[in-house]
């Protein structure tokens, strides 16, 4: 499993299936091993992450590890906790209104199936309408948050995306902030054994 996970790994970072798509250089960014207890699946880096190499390293990241997850760097970075990827291993680039690309669809289909073969996580929690869509397509968006969902056969969460972007989305649906993510968060912590308060 060790071998095909490190395999798996070396051929994704050496993929540069997009070089046609994007103005600069494919730059694949995605962490963890296989026997990380939690497979996160989100869309595509953002500049932040490609530059430091480091994936939620950014406003995005400081949301949902601070104060939707609530824990620290040291637990989400530990390869044991968090195999974290996305649909889109690579920046795809500055859309044309505020926020970035949509990431390609051809990386999923390469690359996530594959991915998630190896991890041996106990659940997944999926980030944003577009990894939700993939995964679970032509569902409604509001329906796979607010209710547990299954994917390939264990138990999964969708959240909205962290990004400030996606203020007015927070508004209309309060109950993701007040109600909701305390749910989630509670499993989170329960799955990696953290001390409740
Ligand atoms: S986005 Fe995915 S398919 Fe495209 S170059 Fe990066 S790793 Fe390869």
Same mark, same amino acid.
């Given at each position: 499993?060790?071998?095909?996970? $490190?395999?798996?790994?070396?051929?994704?970072?050496? /993929?540069?299936? /997009?070089?046609?798509?994007?103005?600069?250089?494919? /730059?694949?960014?995605?962490?963890?091993?296989?026997?990380?207890?939690?497979?996160?699946?989100?869309?595509?880096?953002s500049?932040k992450?490609?530059?430091?190499?480091?994936? !939620?390293n950014d406003v995005s990241g400081?949301?949902?590890?601070?104060?939707?997850?609530?824990?620290?760097?040291?637990?989400?970075?530990?390869?044991?906790?968090?195999?974290?990827?996305?649909?889109?291993?690579?920046?795809?680039?500055?859309?044309?209104?505020?926020?970035?690309?949509?990431?390609?669809?051809? /990386?999923?289909?390469?690359?996530? $199936?594959?991915?998630?073969?190896?991890?041996?996580?106990?659940?997944?929690?999926?980030?944003?309408?577009?990894?939700?869509?993939?995964?679970?397509?032509?569902?409604?968006?509001?329906?796979?948050?607010?209710?547990?969902?299954?994917?390939?056969?264990?138990?999964?969460?969708?959240?909205?995306?962290?990004?400030?972007?996606?203020?007015?989305? !927070?508004?209309?649906?309060?109950?993701?902030?007040?109600?909701?993510?305390?749910?989630?968060?509670?499993?989170?912590?329960?799955?990696?054994?953290?001390?409740?308060?």
């Amino acid at each position: 499993m060790d071998e095909k996970f $490190a395999q798996l790994k070396q051929d994704i970072l050496s /993929c540069r299936e /997009c070089r046609d798509l994007f103005q600069h250089e494919p /730059c694949p960014i995605f962490q963890g091993g296989p026997m990380a207890k939690i497979a996160q699946i989100s869309q595509a880096p953002s500049l932040k992450v490609q530059e430091t190499q480091r994936p !939620f390293n950014d406003v995005s990241g400081k949301k949902l590890k601070q104060e939707w997850y609530q824990i620290e760097d040291d637990v989400f970075y530990n390869p044991h906790c968090f195999y974290i990827t996305s649909i889109g291993h690579c920046y795809p680039g500055k859309g044309k209104g505020s926020g970035d690309k949509l990431p390609p669809k051809r /990386c999923a289909d390469l690359w996530l $199936a594959k991915e998630l073969s190896l991890i041996q996580n106990e659940i997944y929690i999926i980030i944003g309408a577009q990894a939700a869509n993939y995964l679970f397509p032509n569902q409604n968006f509001q329906d796979l948050i607010f209710k547990d969902q299954v994917l390939y056969g264990k138990p999964a969460y969708v959240l909205p995306h962290p990004s400030p972007l996606n203020r007015r989305w !927070f508004k209309q649906y309060p109950a993701f902030e007040q109600e909701r993510i305390v749910e989630i968060r509670r499993i989170i912590h329960n799955i990696l054994e953290l001390d409740e308060e």
